[in-house]
């Protein structure tokens, strides 16, 4: 008999190929995800090499870093010599036959949007992607996270990647949530309390009766943000929810196979009796809406709370905060709903019920980006769009836009922006931008108001 195995456990070993000692072993990887910031790099160095793509059926990628998302884009861009980022990117895919979700496609947008939505990350399965949020897809139970480029270049080459096994976290989220809470407050709660580096050198499973409350898109939020907690990826344990969420997907299995593969999964539950590096709980009814106040998510706290008075001078001297200043009431200029992390149909729903028939407050300046055009379709034929539009809202085409700068849009400078993105990093959205990280309700409050506001108050 065999000794019990935590999730990340079954899915790791099925996929070693080999030991390659020193603690290190060579993983297969099922999935690869490439984007136009730095897929032509992997691309064409492969090819420099002489060496063809092992599978190019497995590789997929998507236009979504530095695309323009203002209506009517092409190729053009507002970052310097972006366009010819996506030219070459383009170039190089065609030549090497894999698939390629393009600017005008009516399948474009963030890449961990886009895969789950067509069915590309199935539960038991390895995924990765040049991107540090590619473990928002182990909400479905897959192994899946962040690499180099040419780390993306090994995998396509051989179907592998050299690996040491990281330690396991188990965090159980009892109780449930309150009204008004989200997952992205589950997530910052969790990184306030342990750290940004709470993770760190960790494969998390995320666990307990408030999590498998979750939908998918919820889950999906949860798992984003591991990357923040320094985790190599985050993981949940794939159940109903999940299956009838694949369900006709266009690269989920069907018919027969779909029973087969459902028989697979089921299987793939942490054991009762498997253990964990680490375990941490929290009562998920004692969480409040989130909002950060510093420069990294680790400083943020309840919406009723305030700016601690350890807190640190620097994030203090880039936000223009105080120690002991609340957080709720600090005027805002800008307000942004979109990403990977919130940029999910729900996310856009819940936003627009509190908008709805509401407007944002005089000088601010409000855009929402959806994650897909699949999300920005579904959408427009819910009206979800007007409300957003009729609110101030600029509604845009898909894309990762203002969650990060790249030299191309961004606010005005020393602008205080409330953002549904991951980070609130030091010139994260461009430069001298102060960012506050929450969830996309209270960036919909917060625009209102004009101020840092409880969405909960707006609701009632």
């Known amino acids: 008999m065999s000794d019990p195995q935590t999730l990340f456990g079954k899915i790791w070993d099925r996929h070693v190929v080999a030991g390659l000692g020193g603690g290190a072993e060579l993983i297969a990887i099922d999935r690869i995800f490439l984007h136009e910031r730095t897929g032509a790099a992997a691309l064409n160095s492969l090819k420099a090499a002489g060496r063809p793509v092992a599978d190019s059926s497995r590789v997929f990628c998507v236009m979504d870093h530095i695309v323009d998302t203002r209506p009517g884009r092409g190729d053009q861009t507002l970052m310097p010599g972006g366009q010819a980022f996506i030219t070459e990117t383009r170039a190089a895919a065609t030549e090497a036959g894999i698939t390629l979700f393009d600017v005008t496609d009516p399948d474009q947008g963030i890449v961990h949007v886009v895969s789950p939505e067509l069915g590309i990350v199935l539960p038991g399965c390895t995924l990765i992607a040049p991107d540090s949020h590619t473990c928002t897809q ?17 995998a396509m080459a051989t179907g592998t990647l050299r690996l040491t096994r990281p330690r396991t976290m188990r965090v159980t989220f009892t109780g449930g949530l309150t009204k008004g809470v989200t997952p992205k407050d589950m997530i910052l709660t969790l ?32 798992c984003n943000m591991a990357t923040e907690f320094s985790a190599m990826t985050g993981m949940i344990a794939p159940d109903q929810t999940t299956f009838d969420w694949i369900a006709g997907r266009r690269y989920a299995p069907e018919g027969p196979m779909r ?58 001297a880039y936000m223009g905060v ?31 019920a509190l908008l709805k028939g509401r407007h944002v407050a005089p000088g601010v300046k409000a855009l929402v980006v959806p994650g897909s055009m699949a999300v920005r379709r579904a959408a427009e034929a819910e009206g979800v769009d007007t409300i957003f539009v009729d609110a101030g809202f600029e509604w845009r085409m898909s894309g990762c836009s203002m969650c990060f700068y790249a030299g191309g849009e961004s606010f005005p400078a020393g602008s205080r922006v409330i953002s549904s993105t991951n980070r609130n990093f030091e010139g994260r959205q461009g430069p001298n931008i102060r960012t506050h990280i929450a969830s996309p309700e209270t960036v919909a409050a917060s625009a209102i108001a004009g101020r840092i506001a409880d969405p909960r108050e707006i609701a009632e």
Do not use: Y
């Open 322 to 352: 105080e120690h002991g200043q609340k957080i709720a009431g600090m005027p805002i200029d800008a307000a942004f709903i979109g990403s990977c992390t919130n940029g999910r149909l729900s996310d856009l729903r819940r936003a627009a």
């Open 259 to 316: 029973k087969r593969a459902i028989a697979e999964w089921q299987a793939l539950a942490t054991d009762d009796d498997a253990t964990f590096d680490t375990e941490i709980e929290i009562d998920a009814s004692a969480i409040e809406p989130m909002v950060s106040w510093g420069t990294s998510p680790e400083h943020s706290t309840g919406i009723s709370g305030q700016v601690p008075n350890e807190a640190p001078e620097r994030p203090l």
């Open 138 to 154: 182990g909400a479905f139970g897959a192994l899946a996270w962040g690499i180099g480029s040419s780390e993306a270049e090994h």
């Open 191 to 222: 990184i306030a309390l342990h750290g940004a580096g709470g993770g760190k050198g960790h494969a998390i499973e995320f666990a307990g009766e408030a999590v498998v409350a979750l939908d998918m898109e919820g889950r999906m939020t949860l």
